[in-house]
C-alpha cells in the first residue's frame, strides 16, 4: 500500500488550498479513505473520511469549510480546504482501509499564517 500526499503549503487566513493523495498497491474502490492531521501540540485527529459507498463524515471543527472526494477511476482522493485558519495548521496525512484506516501516507504540511 502507498499513499502519496501533495498539495500543502503556506497560505494566509481565510485562503483556500486542495490537499490530493493517490493510492497504488490496493484496490482503491473497495477501500475507505480519510484525512488525519496532526497539529504542533501532537495531537492527531481524524479530519474528514469518505467510505467506499460514498458516506462523508467530518470533524465539527472543519464543517462547512472542508470538503472530501476521490476519484476511483484515478485513485485519488482529495481535500478542498476553504477559510483556512491558523488553527488549521499541521501536517495532513491520508489513510486509507477497510472499516478503519491504517494505511497512511508520509504527510504534507499545511500552514495557515
Known amino acids: 500500500v502507498q499513499l502519496v500526499e501533495s498539495g500543502g503549503g503556506l497560505v494566509q487566513p481565510g485562503g483556500s488550498l486542495r490537499l490530493s493523495c493517490i493510492g497504488s498497491?490496493?484496490?482503491?474502490?473497495?477501500?475507505?479513505m480519510g484525512w488525519y492531521r496532526q497539529g504542533p501540540g501532537g495531537e492527531c485527529k481524524l479530519v474528514s473520511s469518505?467510505?467506499?459507498?460514498?458516506?462523508?463524515c467530518y470533524t465539527d471543527s472543519v464543517k462547512g469549510r472542508f470538503a472530501i472526494s476521490r476519484d476511483n477511476a484515478k485513485k485519488m482522493l482529495y481535500l478542498q480546504m476553504n477559510s483556512l485558519k491558523t488553527e488549521d495548521t499541521a501536517m495532513y496525512y491520508c489513510?486509507?482501509?477497510?472499516?478503519?484506516?491504517?494505511?497512511w501516507g508520509q504527510g504534507t504540511q499545511v500552514t495557515v499564517s
Open positions: 469518505l467510505t467506499s459507498y460514498g458516506t462523508t
Open positions: 498497491g490496493f484496490s482503491f474502490d473497495d477501500s475507505d
Open positions: 489513510a486509507a482501509g477497510q472499516g478503519s484506516l491504517p494505511y
